[in-house]
């Protein structure tokens, strides 16, 4: 694969480090870098191209490796000036790769199993990082707003990192969130205004206004800044990578809401291949969805090319979006990888979520959940190999779905405070 690059900036005007335009990743047309996101000949999605570092793979490794405890070590790959880590902002990134050998005894993989988990962010999700580069790109556009179409996390993450960078926030959320991510997105002081409706329902809107002169100065960080806030999701590739010793996983299940996560792993593993940072060989992608919004998981399994939007209802509520913009990019990655797209009923979810937590002490959000189970259900249908190094994304953390766990967990026993009837509830051991 080659590294995405022009031979000179066109007319760039702003310092996004080694960005140098956007181009359509449809028909291959290129934009000026700009708070734009749809192809102006095709109204295919817009990505960002680079003039990345080649050639000093060595020199590169050792740049990165002494840089920042956070995503920033990663800067001259990313659509940030050079000096980002200087600005105000969350730092998010680095978080732990958990060798997760009690799970894996559980599920019977013998080749190696880690959970990247992203609870540990400044807001215990993975938006931190896609928030974070959407932060540089509206400092460089002069927004004064920063603005979303939330499931919940992302909202959370932008209300946190305007407080940090001194910008105004107002997110969108649909009215029927968990709690937890409620209080989450409402306590960093922006404004937080529930929806009635889907999650599709808040995007329309929002879609609407960024269209109307009330929206002037707004920064939506998923949609007139999608194309910079997507490339954030490359750092949790280059940081699998790096903690596995700079070698690339042999499997790798993403969970699925919009799909942008999964398609940025992919080009964050191909441009590490491409820049000598690891040896290329082959790699499996899989995508995990929950059954009660499954519309890319169901065109998998059909074969079909075309993603059929769903209305969803799962516990899941960070993955449901039933009209997934990257889903038919999804569908080409896991083919192309000789990956799959599974999902799982909510009850598998739950057990999921109890499982991790039970073998490795982590605690994962419904999305979490989602992912160790459609990786126990791809072992037992023998569609992802035990034997082969496995990396599982956990996106966020379990105190803000505690409803999801809540009626089947609770204490094992309440007894009077004597030794007697700790003895007569049978806990001696």
Not at 102 to 112: P, S
Not at 127 to 147: N, W, Y
Not at 167 to 176: E, G, L, Q
Not at 386 to 404: E, I, M, Y
Request: hydrophobic content about 40%; aromatic content about 6%.
């Amino acid at each position: 694969m080659a590294v995405q690059s022009v031979e000179s900036t066109p007319s760039a005007s702003v310092s996004l480090g080694p960005a140098v335009a956007l181009s359509c990743r449809e028909c291959g047309e290129r934009f000026d870098l700009g708070p734009i996101f749809a192809c102006a000949s095709c109204f295919g999605p817009l990505e960002v191209a680079y003039d990345l570092p080649a050639g000093d793979p060595e020199g590169l490794r050792k740049r990165i490796e002494a840089g920042p405890n956070s995503i920033w070590r990663y800067a001259p790959l990313l659509p940030v000036p050079a000096d980002v880590a200087d600005k105000p902002n969350l730092n998010p990134g680095l978080t732990k790769l958990v060798k997760a050998d009690n799970l894996a005894r559980e599920l019977g993989v013998t080749g190696g199993l880690y959970v990247k988990d992203d609870s540990g962010n400044p807001t215990h999700s993975f938006k931190d990082r896609v928030v974070a580069i959407a932060v540089e790109a509206a400092r460089a556009f002069g927004f004064t707003t920063l603005s979303c179409s939330s499931t919940g996390n992302l909202a959370g993450a932008v209300g946190a990192a305007a407080a940090r960078a001194g910008f105004r926030s107002c997110v969108f959320i649909p009215h029927d969130l968990e709690a937890g991510k409620v209080v989450m997105a409402a306590v960093y002081g922006g404004e937080l205004v529930g929806i009635e409706g889907t999650y599709d329902d808040v995007n329309r809107f929002c879609s609407e206004l960024i269209g109307d002169p009330l929206g002037e100065g707004w920064g939506f960080v998923n949609v007139n800044l999608r194309p910079y806030y997507g490339e954030g999701s490359k750092t949790l590739a280059y940081e699998i990578c790096e903690q596995l010793g700079w070698r690339l996983p042999d499997q790798i299940v993403i969970p699925i809401a919009s799909g942008s996560q999964l398609t940025k792993i992919d080009k964050g593993l191909k441009e590490l291949i491409a820049l000598g940072l690891v040896e290329e060989k082959p790699y499996k992608i899989f995508g995990a969805q929950a059954e009660g919004c499954s519309p890319v998981s169901t065109a998998f399994k059909a074969g079909h090319d075309v993603v059929r939007p769903q209305k969803p209802d799962t516990i899941a509520k960070s993955l449901a979006i039933g009209n997934p913009a990257d889903g038919p990019y999804v569908l080409d990655i896991a083919r192309r990888t000789g990956g799959a797209v599974e999902d799982v009923n909510d009850a598998q979810v739950v057990d999921a979520i109890k499982l991790l937590a039970r073998t490795e002490g982590i605690f994962a959000e419904t999305a979490g959940g989602v992912t160790v189970g459609v990786t126990k259900k791809l072992i037992e249908d023998g569609l992802l190999d035990p034997a082969l190094t496995t990396v599982v994304l956990n996106t966020g953390d379990g105190l803000k779905t505690l409803d999801a766990v809540a009626p089947t967990t609770g204490p094992t026993a309440t007894i009077r405070p004597s030794l007697d009837a700790f003895r007569a509830a049978g806990l001696a051991g």
